[in-house]
């Protein structure tokens, strides 16, 4: 008797359980499909900025702007790790943790200070806890990136680099290669390496004219570009972080449905067992008669 | 008239905004407004805050409120880098109108302090930028004058 009921409990909570996870599932499913479309939608600007950044940067050869020069020594680092501000999305902040601790380490060894900038809630309470420095951290952002927040962050970046406070930025994010396959990445985000810009091409050098000039185009593009490639992690890394989710969810349901299964067979085995038992004792219950 | 046309779109960092064929575009550019016409020469330039239009193919203007970005002009291709752009048809005017008044409280209460000034103007013109284009405003009265280079 008693058996057969601590089955039926449990089988009950297992199916609360699945429905939750089952409705994760959906959920992150629809948001995939979102930021996959703003992916996308992105994907226009971010090409024809590289065009018209590699179509000025033919003009301007040595411009000596100040994100694009490699500085001698390097000595103070920056790592951004991009990670969820939620759980219950398998190994994606994990790996992105991992990594970014392994560049970290390695830049360290290399006789550089490093420090993080963390966006998302959930690298930041793991390297906090781990006893990493943090500069700052970005936990407000919402999982559905604007170009706006973005471009919040870029400045910063911009800002300390321009000032000398940092020498080298990395970005290490989930790159969102398909539905199944996210792997985290490191980018080295300034400076700009040097193939952004391209090598001087003989025959693109045209009658261009520039308002107001070569210069200022330059000057204002190379910020926009560092917005964008922050923006492009940030999508990347929203759209990683709902289909870890999603998937991490279907396993969760999956394992849910075989526990009913096993859970309805003990159940089934439970209430054979009892009648089998309560028939044997009404038999012998007779037989004493 | 001849065939040629230009290929126009504008695209800002979130979605592509406008895409067709034009025989002409007229953009806010950093020093004034520039026109283009089909077989224009090579040119790069970056953008105020203003409204660009396009002459489409009946012979009509349609207005888009651009906020700064770049324009790039090369083989009858004009492509627009906009950090923010906004179709007319698709403006919210009521929402436009409460941000200018925004706006205009902002630059009463940021006196002397620059870059608040800055920014409150910024967003004043960008309100009215966005009230014109959705009228179909052609004039860039409000411009201010043109600024000693940055």
């Known amino acids: ?110 006789g550089l200070t490093v420090s993080f900038i963390t966006v998302g809630n959930k690298g930041t309470g793991q390297l906090r806890y781990a006893g990493y420095p943090i500069e700052r951290s970005y936990t407000e952002l919402s999982d559905q990136p604007t170009f706006a927040e973005a471009r919040e962050i870029a400045k910063e970046l911009i800002d300390g680099y321009t000032d000398g406070r940092v020498d080298k930025i990395y970005l290490v994010f989930n790159h969102f290669r398909s539905l199944i396959d996210q792997k985290p990445v490191e980018h080295l985000l300034l400076p700009i390496q040097q193939e952004v810009i391209g090598e001087e091409r003989p025959g693109v050098r045209a009658d261009y004219i520039f308002e107001p000039s ?41 394992n849910a449905t075989d526990m009913i299964d096993n859970l309805t067979r003990s159940y089934n085995r439970a209430r054979q067992a009892q009648i089998t038992q309560e028939i044997a004792e009404v038999v012998a219950g007779a037989d004493a008669l | 008239m001849s065939e040629r046309k ?22 806010p550019a950093a020093d004034g407004e520039i026109g283009f016409l089909p077989l224009h020469t090579p040119l790069v330039t970056t953008l105020d805050i203003g409204i660009l239009r396009v002459k489409s193919s009946q012979n009509r203007w349609e207005y888009i409120a651009v906020h700064g970005g770049y324009l790039e002009v090369r083989e009858d291709r004009v492509t627009v880098l906009a950090d923010s ?39 004043l013109r960008w309100a009215l930028a966005r009230l014109r284009a959705a009228r179909g405003v052609e004039t860039t009265a409000d411009r201010r004058p043109p600024t000693a280079a940055m």
């Open chain 2, 85 to 123: 752009a906004e179709l007319a048809s698709r403006i919210d005017v009521a929402q436009a109108s409460e941000a200018k008044e925004r706006a205009e409280t902002r630059i009463e209460e940021s006196r002397g302090k620059r870059e608040d000034f800055y920014e409150a103007e910024k967003a």
């Open chain 1, 214 to 254: 070569a210069e200022v185009v330059l000057n204002r593009l190379l910020p926009t570009y560092i917005e964008t490639l922050v923006y492009r992690a940030m999508m990347e890394s929203a759209a990683s972080e709902h289909s870890a989710r999603r998937m991490a969810m279907k396993a969760a349901t999956d």
């Open chain 2, 6 to 27: 230009l290929l126009c779109e504008i695209v800002s960092p979130e979605e592509v905004v406008y895409s067709g064929e034009v025989s002409m575009v007229v953009a």
């Open chain 1, 1 to 110: 008797m008693a058996k057969t009921r601590e089955i039926k409990r449990r089988i009950k909570g297992v199916e609360s359980t699945k429905k939750i996870t089952k409705t994760m599932e959906m959920v992150a499913a629809a948001k995939i499909k979102k930021a996959q479309a703003r992916i996308e939608a992105a994907r226009p600007y971010a090409l024809k900025m590289m065009d018209v950044l590699f179509s000025v940067a033919q003009f301007v050869p040595e411009s000596g702007h100040p994100l694009l020069v490699v500085r001698e020594p390097v000595e103070r680092a920056v790592i951004i790790p991009m990670t969820s501000n939620r759980g219950l999305c398998g190994a994606a902040n994990t790996n992105v943790l991992r990594k970014a601790e392994a560049l970290y380490r390695k830049e360290e060894a290399a």
